[in-house]
């Protein structure tokens, strides 16, 4: 017994016309004349009474349809639900990131995602720059977010977003309680940072030589939470990315020192696997936190 049958009999119960539920369904009104028939033939019933114009159906016709509609519909849902299951994303995503990067915006992009797609399992891992270009360039993450980042024979990248830096102290520090501050009031002063092998550093050294201003760091480290610990210790001031110290400033524990000359940003980007095909659920997370397709570059920068 065809599905087609079965809803060509629906149709002509309900239009009580051969023809018009043959033209509903695109075919001939012999065909659904005898699609009716084989229905009959194997209930054992009469289902149309013929004689009558227009059309009627029987006492077992009228039980049959109601039940069949009923019967349709519940597979028409059926249907419905797994197509959705199959749209479904699924799967794990891999992500590998800078430590400061998953601090401050891995949980909250995470639990956006997780809410969008349940069935994907974000998995994130803290990494130093060089080992999250590695894990991307192995395919070991789906994903790598880090800062300055840029495209090679490898890697593929895409520009997410520009990171204020804020100058950061302690409450007690003399800056904190100061309010607007020049850049050459750091001149000579002591310093936190991080080590002189990673990026942000050598770019705030940099920003800071433009402007006259000779940093004296006390203290280097290759983590932000070392830095964030030395800081509140009032052992030095530091430059850092505005959102990685959201939480200690809304506390009281550091204090954000006003310089409108500090227009230094650290850009953010996504890194990827030259080779290969990033999987739909790596693409539908990158695309959130893009907010839009993530697209290759065309060529090697």
């Not at 043959?22 to 033939?41: F, G, I, P, R």
């Not at 114009?53 to 077992?60: S, V, Y």
């Not at 300055?148 to 309680?177: D, F, N, V």
Request: charged share 25%; glycine share 6%.
């Amino acid at each position: 017994m065809h599905l087609r049958s079965l809803e060509l009999f629906c149709s002509v119960a309900q239009l009580r016309s051969f023809s018009r539920a043959a033209d509903a369904h695109a075919v001939t009104q012999s065909a659904a004349s005898q699609a009716v028939l084989q229905l009959e033939q194997n209930l054992g019933v009469r289902l149309v009474d013929r004689s009558k114009r227009p059309l009627r159906l029987t006492d077992a016709g009228t039980v049959y349809h109601t039940g069949l509609r009923k019967v349709l519909g519940d597979y028409r849902a059926l249907e419905q639900e797994v197509r959705y299951l199959a749209s479904r994303l699924q799967g794990i995503v891999r992500i590998a990131a800078i430590y400061s990067v998953g601090a401050s915006y891995m949980p909250e992009a995470t639990a956006a995602f997780q809410q969008l797609h349940p069935d994907v399992e974000v998995r994130i891992e803290p990494a130093s720059p060089t080992r999250v270009l590695e894990l991307a360039a192995s395919g070991e993450a789906d994903l790598g977010l880090m800062s300055y980042c840029k495209g090679t024979r490898s890697i593929r990248s895409a520009h997410w977003q520009k990171e204020p830096m804020c100058l950061i102290a302690a409450p007690e520090h003399p800056l904190a309680g100061k309010g607007e501050v020049d850049l050459t009031d750091l001149h000579n002063l002591a310093m936190i940072g991080f080590e002189t092998t990673l990026k942000v550093r050598r770019e705030i050294d940099l920003f800071l030589s433009r402007q006259d201003v000779r940093a004296r760091y006390c203290l280097e480290y290759d983590n932000l939470d070392s830095i964030i610990r030395a800081i509140q210790a009032n052992a030095g001031i530091g430059i850092l990315p505005e959102a990685s110290v959201r939480r200690e400033t809304a506390s009281g524990t550091l204090k954000v020192v006003p310089c409108s000359e500090l227009s230094l940003q650290r850009p953010l980007g996504i890194v990827w696997r030259r080779s290969g095909k990033v999987s739909l659920a790596a693409a539908e997370f990158a695309e959130m936190l893009l907010g839009k397709p993530l697209e290759p570059p065309k060529s090697v920068t």
